[in-house]
């Protein structure tokens, strides 16, 4: 014997708001589609964009706020360009050699630009 099922009126599903807040977010997911999340949750699509309507009605345009104690920031300086030599021949060849170098090795730099 099959068994069947009588509707007199429509049927009519409670969400619960956290239901609905997560189908909501489900379906405003980049790359998402309100169809697809519809199928996923066996909800109706114009179910959804309602959803959507009344949030955006509740909401005031103002993000919320939270205020924490001041706390100390480190500030960080910008520390200063090392100090470098800088030699320029006939405006085609620049080169710089840092202080740390060793004036052995300075030399030998400067040597093999043929100066």
Not at 4 to 30: F, N, S
Not at 58 to 77: C, H, I, K, L, Q
């Amino acid at each position: 014997m099959s068994h069947v099922t009588l509707l007199t009126g429509p049927e009519r599903r409670r969400w619960r708001e956290e239901d609905e807040c997560r189908i909501l977010a489900a379906a405003l997911a980049p790359g998402s589609t309100v169809a697809a999340v519809a199928r996923q949750y066996d909800v109706a699509t114009s179910l959804i964009y309602k959803w959507r309507r009344t949030l955006r009605a509740r909401e005031t345009g103002f993000a919320e706020v939270v205020v924490v104690p001041d706390e100390p920031v480190a500030v960080s300086v910008p520390a200063a360009p090392p100090a470098v030599i800088e030699l320029e021949i006939a405006g085609e060849v620049r080169l710089r050699i840092p202080l740390t170098t060793p004036p052995t090795l300075a030399a030998a730099m400067v040597k093999a630009l043929g100066v």
